[in-house]
């Protein structure tokens, strides 16, 4: 092999692993991906009605709430947002693992402002 062939074979291989290290490179920018687990509450209600004389519940919509909350606090939650008292029937915590590309995050979310 003369040398002219060995330069341009070192050459090839300096050029793939170049491209390979800038492919590896850009991926590693693609794949940052946030990860976020979020609590939340599902809240089974009902108001208590007099129908016929007798108390009736009727059943709501359920109601989500942001974190693990204990059924006296989805009780007082539920009584402010609907201004009358609503009974609480059952409450289901779930936590569930969110991710989203960073990109994606810096498009819809808006900067913070920290005062000193």
């Known amino acids: 092999m003369k040398l002219f062939d060995r330069i341009v074979n070192v050459d090839k291989v300096s050029n793939t692993y170049?491209?390979?290290?800038?492919?590896?490179?850009?991926?590693?920018?693609?794949?940052?991906?946030?990860k976020k687990e979020v609590t939340t509450?599902?809240?089974?209600?009902?108001?208590?009605?007099?129908?016929?004389?007798?108390?009736?519940?009727?059943?709501?919509p359920d109601e989500i709430i942001l974190g693990n909350v204990t059924m006296e606090k989805a009780q007082k939650i539920v009584n402010k947002k609907y201004?009358?008292?609503?009974?609480?029937?059952?409450?289901?915590a779930n936590t569930q693992m969110y991710e989203m590309p960073v990109e994606?995050?810096?498009?819809?979310?808006?900067?913070?402002?920290?005062?000193?």
């Open 83 to 92: 201004g009358q008292p609503i009974t609480v029937f059952k409450v289901s």
């Open 18 to 34: 170049q491209l390979l290290n800038r492919e590896r490179k850009e991926s590693l920018v693609v794949r940052k991906i946030m």
């Open 104 to 116: 994606e995050f810096i498009k819809v979310a808006s900067i913070m402002v920290v005062e000193e």
């Open 41 to 60: 509450t599902t809240v089974t209600i009902a108001k208590m009605e007099m129908i016929e004389g007798q108390p009736q519940a009727i059943t709501l």
